[in-house]
């Protein structure tokens, strides 16, 4: 379910399982529509799904998006015994609202930012007297990760505060977080878990600012790298252990286990790994980047997952490549993007090595043209971080879109530590 580049890397790879007999898209995409067919269902439309997948004995759903899983669509799959790879709408508000999971963290004593939820403007505006500068407050509902004001100043503060609540992120900003500013360097932690066994799915690092050098709006990702070589194998134990169990291990005690893929935005700070929000799907464009490194077979995995036995599947596997995406997309975009732009010769990009997912796309007239903020994911992998630079580059350099644009430095903070890292090295001799 879904329709985003995310879900045309999910349909990618599941259709590389030896297992798979058949695969729908809904909505789909016209990238996806190479791997699966597409049928018109909405993932708001639960009864629709329903019926659909009843009719066509589908033996597992894989649900891309946030708003279905925050909306409940994989109750109403079990509960019609259809086995679903998403958590339930209850578990699913680890990203539906972030004072749940501000309470959660509180409750089990998960490292995170120190916070006061706030659901009238008067207890927001006097909460800030208690922050010191910058100070973040976020919308609780779901925003397009576009919730999130980090202000530098009292006024900033004050304002954010009074546009969430005059409704300019909808009923989301009918209720505020707001938190303490944790400084310190992003990585994005995967887990798989049928809310008992919990296997670490990777790492990932992504770009949301929509500027080269992180700087204008947030996006909902400009490109992103895997792995993350900044959570080294002792962060990673230490957020498996200190945030990631705890959480599903809460989860699963309260009665409302979560079953899927659990993605920890986590700041890496002096103190040790603090989790900045929770994900209750894969990222996107990090899923693209996972996917392109998986060796494992993701269909056994989801289907042992959907079914409480993940351990029994061979755990995930990936490869010791590192996978790099760069995202076009339409001028306009984080704002208005511009619909119907031009887009060509993505067959010669292919052939530069690359894997080009679709993310905004549509066909008219046997043409493709853009239909979305995000238009299409290039996506390289390499031995190194620069190689699958270098080769994701090449390929978005040979797309011919004249109405989109992307960031040119996807991987700098990577590539920066490893020219240093190489700096540093002696030179072997001969
Ligand atoms: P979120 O939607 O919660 O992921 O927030 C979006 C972005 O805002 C994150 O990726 C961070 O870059 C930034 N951010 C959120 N919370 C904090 C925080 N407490 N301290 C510093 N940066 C934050
Ligand atoms: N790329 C960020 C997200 O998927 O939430």
Redesign the pocket.
């Known amino acids: 379910m879904g329709s985003g580049g995310r879900e045309h890397a999910l349909a990618w790879k599941l259709a590389q399982s030896p297992k798979l007999t058949k695969l729908f898209a809904a909505p789909g995409n016209p990238g996806i529509a190479e791997h699966a067919e597409l049928v018109d269902l909405d993932p708001a439309d639960h009864r629709a799904t329903v019926d659909f997948c009843v009719a066509n004995a589908v033996e597992l759903v894989v649900i891309g998006p946030e708003a279905p899983l925050v909306g409940g669509l994989s109750d109403a799959l079990r509960t019609m015994a259809i086995p679903v790879f998403g958590p339930n709408r209850i578990p699913a508000q680890l990203e539906g609202s ?1 004072g749940f999971t501000k309470d959660l963290c509180a409750r089990v004593g998960i490292p995170t ?1 120190r916070y006061v939820r706030a659901s009238d403007r008067l207890a927001a505006l006097s909460a800030l007297d208690d922050f010191s500068l910058p100070v ?1 407050i ?1 919308a609780d509902g779901l925003a397009a ?1 576009k ?2 004001v ?1 202000a530098e100043t009292h006024e900033e503060a004050r304002q954010a505060v009074e546009e969430m609540f005059e409704g300019s992120f909808g009923t989301a900003g009918s209720a505020v977080v707001i ?5 310190g360097e ?1 990585a994005s932690f995967f887990a798989l878990t049928d809310g008992e066994t919990v296997l670490p799915f990777g790492s990932a690092q992504d770009h ?1 600012r929509v500027g080269d050098g992180d700087t204008g709006p ?1 996006t909902g990702g400009m490109g992103a790298y895997s792995p993350a070589s900044i959570l080294t194998p002792e962060l990673e134990e230490r957020a498996m252990a200190e945030i990631v169990r705890p959480t599903i291990r809460a989860l699963a005690e309260q009665g409302t286990p979560y079953s899927g893929i659990l993605y920890a ?1 986590l ?1 890496l700070t002096a103190d040790g790994p603090k989790l ?2 929770y994900n209750a799907r894969f990222g996107d464009p990090e899923c693209q980047v996972l996917m392109m490194r998986l060796e494992s077979d993701l269909l056994e995995l989801m289907l042992a997952t959907a079914h409480g036995r993940p351990a029994e599947a061979e755990p995930p596997r990936f490869s010791r490549d590192a996978a790099l995406t760069v995202v076009m997309a339409a001028t306009g975009y984080p704002g208005t993007p511009e619909k119907g732009g031009r887009i060509a010769r993505l067959d010669a990009a292919a052939a530069k090595g690359a894997t080009i997912f679709h993310a905004g796309t549509a066909l008219s007239g046997g043409e493709l043209i853009a239909n979305g903020g995000r238009v299409l994911t290039v996506t390289a992998r390499g031995r190194s971080v620069a190689e699958a630079r270098d080769a994701a580059y090449a390929a978005v350099e040979a797309v011919e879109f004249p109405s989109g644009f992307y960031r040119s430095d996807i991987g700098w903070r990577e590539l920066g530590r490893s020219s240093s890292r190489l700096a540093g090295q002696e030179q072997p001799v001969g």
């Open positions: 972030k930012a973040v976020k990760g919730g999130v980090i938190e303490e500013f944790l400084r992003e949301k947030n935005g700041m900045i929000e």
